[in-house]
């Protein structure tokens, strides 16, 4: 079974760009979470999508979005791009009605120059 | 109340000791909290976990103890190995939250030969 997979891998940006990460959850999966990783702040919570709908929301400012399509692949999105948002950013799958077991994909390492 | 503190944030081990990770929760709502472990270059990935309802539970080589009064719970790794060498991270989930990880600040585990 094919894990979760992000794309892309690795991106460069400069302030006050967009970007947009896409993710494929494991076969079967519904749910799918976003998570940003940085040293500093560790590894926090942005969003989650079931069904097409954001069921829950972590504390980012309104320019960190996300959609999930009906194959449940989910995109996250992040306009007018800051320094601080140079990250990890991780997707989570998981089973519908199953909380806190996820599985990660290997993350978009995005950097902001 | 949404924290989860864990320490140390770094650990040197010898190969064949006990490795001991504690994290300390806020939030009674909490009902469900995994472990996950983090290689460099590839996302967490779940390891174990523990609901509240039980005081300790064990995989092979790894063990969660629970303390629901004192609200701490940690992992312990026996036989420590070479490649147990990751980060490592303590998480909680509420029942109603879906994907949504509280995520402890990470423990650098280091096995020396």
């Known amino acids: 079974k094919a894990g979760v997979t992000q794309t892309p891998r690795y991106l460069i940006k400069t302030r006050g760009q967009q970007v947009t990460l896409s993710c494929s959850p494991i076969?079967?999966?519904?749910?799918v979470s976003w998570y940003q990783q940085t040293p500093g702040q560790g590894l926090q919570f942005l969003f989650e999508y079931f069904s097409e709908t954001q069921r829950n929301k972590g504390n980012f400012p309104g320019r960190f979005s996300g959609r999930q399509f009906s194959n449940s692949r989910s995109e996250m999105n992040v306009s007018t791009l800051e320094l601080g948002d140079s990250a990890l950013y991780l997707c989570?799958?998981?089973?519908?009605?199953?909380?806190?077991?996820?599985?990660f994909g290997e993350g978009s390492r995005l950097t902001v120059l | 109340q949404q924290q989860v503190k864990q320490s140390p944030q770094s650990l040197i081990v010898q190969k064949g000791g006990i490795s001991i990770i504690n994290c300390a929760y806020e939030n009674t709502a909490f009902d469900y909290f995994p472990w996950y472990q983090q290689f460099p270059g590839k996302g967490p990935a779940l390891l174990i976990a523990?609901?509240?309802?039980?005081s300790e539970k064990k995989e092979g080589r790894f063990t969660i103890s629970f303390n629901k009064s004192a609200k701490q719970f940690s992992l312990h790794i026996m036989d420590s190995q070479p490649g147990d060498s990751a980060t490592y991270f303590c998480?909680?989930?509420?029942?109603?939250?879906?994907?949504?990880?509280?995520f402890g600040q990470g423990t650098e585990l280091s096995v020396k030969p």
């Open positions: 989570a799958s998981g089973l519908a009605g199953v909380y806190g077991e996820l599985f």
């Open positions: 076969s079967g999966h519904r749910s």
């Open positions: 998480a909680a989930a509420g029942y109603n939250q879906g994907g949504k990880l509280i």
């Open positions: 523990i609901r509240p309802d039980v």
